[in-house]
């Protein structure tokens, strides 16, 4: 009899416990269901990662489900409330789940300042009807969190001596294969630029300076019968021939004077020497004295020019 009244009595103490948890249940799903309008909008929070740097980023995104006649919106997750962190982008996308429901998708990128954990700020979803009217503002608070390690060690407490700089050391076996191939390369820089240098002086050497000046003396000639004004024509004629002295006779003409060119002329012992000095003296005269010859003269001293050239020509093959 005893038995029976026992098991009796956990029987009727077990179906009070199911009532009971099944009047919470309903109680509770039907405060769900009364404070975000039939499961909408359903909100989820990641966060990753959950342990950083000082500076590191952080990504922090909020899905948000919705009916599909509706459009959500976060607010409070701003730069003055993700301080001391700071918001460095923002990015927005919505896709369709199932017939008759949205879903939107806010991610967020934090660099994160400070130390120790820190949670993420409280928002609010707002949804509003395709005319733009709020239907509804919810508030969420996400228990998601991350911590910040500091850069130091917490224990340190004075500046650690600064070392010395250390020198690099070198293998020989690096340095020396460095040191015989930048030497190689020097050595045939320099027997490039030698070679380079004789084939320049010899093709210089198989050009024939009076050649060069009666071919210009010709074309000078010519611009001269041409209407070339006299005056200007002696300024040429004083470079043709400088520049032939120096060139056949080894000479500094081109930028000396009257009486150096002379003076090196006589050393070398010059035939003609008073022909060549006339037409440079006449050529001065025109230049510095304001001398103007005519035409006639100009043509003579150009024929004088010519016969100094061929007979120092003439001279050198002989020679």
Same mark, same amino acid.
């Given at each position: 009899?005893?038995?029976?009244?026992?098991?009796?009595?956990?029987?009727?103490?077990?179906?009070? +416990?199911?009532?009971?948890?099944?009047?919470?249940?309903?109680?509770?799903?039907?405060?769900?269901?009364?404070?975000?309008?039939?499961?909408?909008?359903?909100?989820?929070?990641?966060?990753?990662?959950?342990?950083?740097?000082?500076?590191?980023?952080?990504?922090?995104?909020?899905?948000?489900?919705?009916?599909?006649? #509706?459009?959500?919106?976060? #607010?409070?997750?701003?730069?003055?409330?993700?301080?001391?962190?700071?918001?460095?982008?923002?990015?927005?996308?919505?896709?369709?789940?199932?017939?008759? +429901?949205?879903?939107? !998708?806010?991610?967020?990128?934090?660099?994160?300042?400070?130390?120790?954990?820190?949670?993420?700020?409280?928002?609010?979803?707002?949804?509003?009807?395709?005319?733009?009217?709020?239907?509804?503002?919810?508030?969420?608070?996400? +228990?998601?969190?991350?911590?910040?390690?500091?850069?130091?060690?917490?224990?340190?407490?004075?500046?650690?001596?600064? !070392?010395?700089?250390?020198?690099?050391?070198?293998?020989?076996?690096?340095?020396?294969?460095?040191?015989?191939?930048?030497?190689?390369?020097?050595?045939?820089?320099?027997?490039?630029?030698?070679?380079?240098? !004789?084939?320049?002086?010899?093709?210089?050497?198989?050009?024939?300076?009076?050649?060069?000046?009666?071919?210009?003396?010709?074309?000078?000639?010519?611009?001269?019968?041409?209407?070339?004004?006299?005056? %200007?024509?002696?300024?040429?004629?004083?470079?043709?021939?400088?520049?032939?002295?120096?060139?056949?006779? !080894?000479?500094? +003409?081109? %930028? *000396?004077?009257?009486?150096?060119?002379?003076?090196?002329?006589?050393?070398?012992?010059?035939?003609?020497?008073?022909?060549?000095?006339?037409?440079?003296?006449? *050529?001065?005269?025109?230049?510095?004295?304001?001398?103007?010859?005519?035409?006639? #003269?100009?043509?003579?001293?150009?024929?004088?020019?010519? #016969?100094?050239?061929?007979?120092?020509?003439?001279?050198?093959?002989?020679?």
């Amino acid at each position: 009899m005893k038995g029976k009244f026992e098991s009796t009595t956990s029987g009727l103490i077990i179906s009070l +416990a199911l009532i009971v948890l099944s009047v919470l249940a309903s109680a509770v799903s039907g405060s769900l269901r009364a404070d975000t309008g039939e499961g909408y909008p359903g909100v989820t929070v990641s966060l990753k990662p959950d342990t950083v740097l000082v500076g590191d980023r952080v990504f922090l995104s909020i899905g948000v489900s919705h009916r599909e006649s #509706e459009t959500a919106a976060i #607010e409070g997750i701003d730069s003055v409330s993700v301080k001391p962190s700071v918001l460095i982008g923002r990015k927005e996308s919505s896709s369709k789940l199932l017939p008759g +429901a949205g879903s939107e !998708r806010f991610d967020y990128e934090l660099a994160v300042f400070g130390s120790g954990r820190q949670s993420v700020p409280p928002f609010t979803v707002v949804l509003r009807d395709g005319a733009g009217a709020v239907t509804k503002r919810v508030p969420f608070k996400p +228990a998601n969190s991350f911590f910040i390690k500091a850069l130091t060690d917490s224990s340190m407490h004075d500046l650690r001596p600064i !070392r010395p700089p250390q020198r690099p050391s070198m293998p020989l076996n690096v340095l020396l294969p460095f040191l015989f191939s930048v030497f190689g390369v020097a050595l045939l820089v320099l027997l490039l630029l030698f070679i380079l240098k !004789r084939s320049v002086r010899k093709s210089a050497e198989k050009i024939d300076p009076g050649m060069v000046a009666q071919r210009k003396l010709k074309k000078l000639g010519s611009r001269l019968s041409g209407g070339m004004p006299p005056h %200007e024509c002696y300024e040429e004629l004083s470079n043709i021939m400088r520049a032939f002295l120096e060139n056949h006779y !080894r000479i500094r +003409a081109l %930028e *000396a004077v009257t009486q150096e060119i002379e003076r090196d002329l006589k050393k070398i012992g010059v035939s003609g020497l008073e022909n060549i000095m006339n037409l440079l003296r006449q *050529a001065d005269l025109v230049k510095f004295a304001d001398s103007r010859p005519d035409q006639e #003269e100009s043509m003579q001293s150009l024929q004088k020019a010519e #016969e100094v050239v061929r007979t120092a020509r003439s001279e050198k093959v002989e020679g």
